[in-house]
């Protein structure tokens, strides 16, 4: 029996971070299923080459059924829904403006194949379970899309002694794993201690901001029932606090450790895993089941009906609007992902795809209409960026075509959590300028051109 208590002591990171309205309305909200009449799958969800097409028009497929055969380093697109091949098209994307596409029409009438579970799912050896998850086109949930069984498959050399499951959901709005935490605890802990055994991890600490303490209520006494499963999670309580959920800040709150410039956590012995993603994972080991499904938060003011929906990946965002309503009459804005780092879409003919976590919409009366203005000195940003970054000198440089010279201030360590200009008073579109300049840097290096990493100070 595990005596360890979900602790107390509220961890945090050490350096930065803003506190905001969490909005997260959809919190008590539980999970409904949707099933849309069509679904559009592209073959490129993922971090790597995109999938070949193995069907044609007038298939018939079921659901789970391998659609998309999986490249070298990319990962493999399955049906999710039971139905007919209408095309495979370019089609609109969410963030790659368009790619190829399985366009399926929904059969409602057919049953869904079970997936059986395999006797000896205990007993399989970490390659094995790593195939399986490769099998089933699992990616980061969490956003990052990168193919699960290659971040597992450690470098040479490299030994990983604590796994974190991240659960700190901390972008507003957002309430998906919240919710994943509290219906699927059960799966959630045994993709932990699965994810666990692949890496050899001594120890797996599933994180979890303040503000779902049922959720860790619910996974401690998840973790106390379970008689079977070696090592035991550990649930760890931090403070809500943006950006918690981001790896660097969740390795030094929970392990203690500082993550160098240009490293990943598994260069100080941590791995980190979001609880989707080890949802799915336990599921493709034990059942060999696909990923197929998504769970996402449809929330803000500008939608009607705000919910947390299960629904096919390839579901479009318009079928999903009209699901919950439609929008309200001021919305204006609609964004995939979070308020903080989500991604503004410019239409919604586009589907829900494995990365996709939740749609916010917002009103007029919400959005930023007064042009920004100039740097006043006030070292607010400086003040929340976690990392020490200097966007101040960032925006600057490139608002003056300076964008190559931003090397020193830290432009290739910011992973654009938006702290920065979520605080700064004269509205600077900080993050926006820290893109242009990655870019401009990431261009030049292309090309082979040398980037003074002096700076203008060196
Ligand atoms: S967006 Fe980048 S520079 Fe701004 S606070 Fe976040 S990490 Fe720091
Ligand atoms: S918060 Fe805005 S105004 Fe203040 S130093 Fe940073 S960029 Fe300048």
Known sequence: MNQ???????????????????????????????????????????????????????????????????????????????????????????????????????????????????????RLSQEEMLTRIAKAGIVGLGGASFPTHRKLRLPPGVRIDTLI???????????????????????????????????DARQIIIGIEDNKADAAAMLQKTIDDFSD?????????????????????????????????????????????????????????????????????????????????????GTLISDIVLHCGGMTDDACMVIAGGPMMGRALSRLDVPVIKGTGGLLFFTEDQIEHEMYGPCISCGRCLDVCPLGLEPNQISLYTEAGLALETLPFGTRDCFECGSCAYVCPAKRPLTQFIQIAKSALMRKTALGIAVRPGGPHG
């Open 4 to 122: 360890l208590p979900v602790l107390d002591i509220r961890l945090s990171f050490r350096r930065g971070g803003v506190h905001m309205d969490d909005h997260k309305v959809t919190a008590a909200m539980p999970i409904e299923r949707f099933l849309p009449k069509e679904v559009v799958l592209p073959l490129s969800q993922h971090i790597g080459p995109e999938a070949t097409a193995i069907v044609k028009r007038k298939d018939t497929v079921t659901r789970g059924m391998l659609i998309g055969a999986e490249e070298t380093l990319g990962a493999p697109v399955h049906a999710s829904v039971n139905g007919t091949v209408k095309s495979v098209i370019r089609r609109p994307h969410p963030t790659l403006t368009e790619a190829s596409a399985i366009v399926i029409e929904t059969n409602a009438e057919a049953t869904d194949p079970q997936f059986e579970e395999d006797p000896e799912w205990r």
């Open 165 to 199: 499951i991240n659960g700190a959901e901390c972008e507003p709005y957002l309430t998906s794993d919240h919710r994943l935490m509290l219906e699927r605890t059960e799966d959630l802990v045994k993709g932990a201690c699965l994810i666990g055994r692949i890496v």
């Open 229 to 313: 499963t070696m090592p035991r999670p550990w649930v760890r309580v931090c403070k809500t606090r943006y950006p918690q959920g981001s790896e660097k800040q969740l390795v030094e709150a929970l392990a203690n450790r500082v993550i160098p410039s240009g490293k990943l956590p598994m260069h100080v012995g941590c791995l980190v895993q979001n609880v989707a993603t080890a949802i799915a994972c336990y599921r493709a080991i034990r059942f060999r089941e696909p990923l197929m499904d998504r769970v996402v938060t449809v929330s803000g003011k500008g939608i009607r009906t705000p919910k947390n929906l299960l629904v096919p990946i």
